[in-house]
Nanobody, 122 residues
Framework: QVQLLESGGDLVQAGGSLRLSCTAL????????MGWFRQVPGKEREFVAA????????SYAESVRGRFTISRGSAKNTVSLQMSNLQLEDTAVYYC???????????????WGQGTQVTVSS
C-alpha cells in the first residue's frame, strides 16, 4: 500500500518559517509530479505548490508565490515545502500529493498524505 509520510507542521508566529517534508513509501514516483495542497475547515482543498517529475519545474498558487519554495529530493520520492513569512491565512492542514491531478483525484492517478497542521498565530 502506498504511503506518504508528512512532517513539519507546527504552531508558528506570523512572519516565521516552517519546513514541511513528505516521503513516499512502497512505490517509486520518479516519473510523477509531487506537490502540496492545503485545506481549512469548511473550505475546499486548494493547490499550494508543485514540482515536476524530471526537470524540476515548479508552480505556485499566487497567494504563496515568493514566500514558499517547493523542492524535490535527489531520490525523487521526497518533497519539501519551505514556508517563509507565514501569515494568519496560511493556517491550514497541508497535504502532500503525488500526481497533482486536482483536489478530487484518487489512486491510482494520485496519492495523498494524511495531512499536517500548520497554525500561524498573531
Amino acid at each position: 500500500q502506498v504511503q506518504l509520510l508528512e512532517s513539519g507542521g507546527d504552531l508558528v508566529q506570523a512572519g516565521g518559517s516552517l519546513r514541511l517534508s513528505c516521503t513516499a513509501l512502497r512505490l517509486k514516483f520518479d516519473n510523477y509530479p509531487m506537490g502540496w495542497f492545503r485545506q481549512v475547515p469548511g473550505k475546499e482543498r486548494e493547490f499550494v505548490a508543485a514540482v515536476s517529475a524530471t526537470e524540476g519545474n515548479t508552480s505556485y498558487a499566487e497567494s504563496v508565490r515568493g514566500r514558499f519554495t517547493i523542492s524535490r529530493g535527489s531520490a525523487k520520492n521526497t518533497v519539501s515545502l519551505q514556508m517563509s513569512n507565514l501569515q494568519l491565512e496560511d493556517t491550514a492542514v497541508y497535504y502532500c500529493n503525488v500526481g497533482v491531478k486536482g483536489v478530487n483525484c484518487s489512486p491510482p492517478l494520485c496519492y495523498w498524505g494524511q495531512g499536517t497542521q500548520v497554525t500561524v498565530s498573531s
